[in-house]
């Protein structure tokens, strides 16, 4: 008998989450101003610098470490604009960009640690997690969006 008026209950606790789920998606609009408070321009910027195209300090960064022996010069010259990016997003207002900058920020600081030691293998593992950060961010419907690939 518990068990029976358990499902009932539940059962009703569903249809009302089912009808109040209807009356939000009826109103869109204050989900609209929140979807623009959770930008925050700064980053978007920066992220454009850093990442877009071959010549961002990302892209040459991977392609430095890449070359054997990697090209220590030019690395070590990228790790400035990573690190910058690295302390914006942590800094950011945005609790959802601070909040998953935790990978990107820990793989930037491999980064550096291990270009100063010249650590090839773990130069290249740092970057590595590097470009798996992203997808804290990046995915559908995210906080930076989806990315393509290029
Ligand atoms: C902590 C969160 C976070 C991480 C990690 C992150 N991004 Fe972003 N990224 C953002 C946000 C937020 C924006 C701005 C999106 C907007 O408001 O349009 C953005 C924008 C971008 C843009 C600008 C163009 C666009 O599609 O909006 C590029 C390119 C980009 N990110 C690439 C990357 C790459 C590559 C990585 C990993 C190496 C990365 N991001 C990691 C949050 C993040």
Not at 27 to 49: G, I, R, Y
Request: aromatic fraction near 6%; proline fraction near 3%; hydrophobic fraction near 40%.
């Amino acid at each position: 008998m518990y068990h029976c008026s358990r499902v009932a209950l539940s059962a009703l606790l569903v249809s009302s989450f089912a009808y109040g789920w209807i009356a939000t998606a009826a109103t869109p609009a204050p989900q609209e101003l929140a979807d623009k408070k959770k930008k925050d321009k700064a980053v978007e910027e920066m992220m454009e610098k850093v990442h877009e195209g071959k010549k961002s300090p990302w892209k040459q960064a991977e392609k430095a470490a890449a070359q054997n022996p990697p090209d220590w010069n030019t690395l070590a010259g990228q790790l400035g604009k990573l690190e910058q990016m690295s302390a914006l997003l942590k800094a950011s207002k945005v609790s959802d960009i601070s909040d998953s900058a935790d990978s990107y920020a820990e793989a930037v600081t491999a980064l550096v640690a291990k270009t100063k030691a010249k650590d090839v293998e773990g130069a290249r593992k740092a970057l590595g997690s590097l470009s798996k950060s992203c997808a804290d961010c990046h995915y559908k419907d995210g906080i930076g969006g989806e990315l393509e690939d290029d």
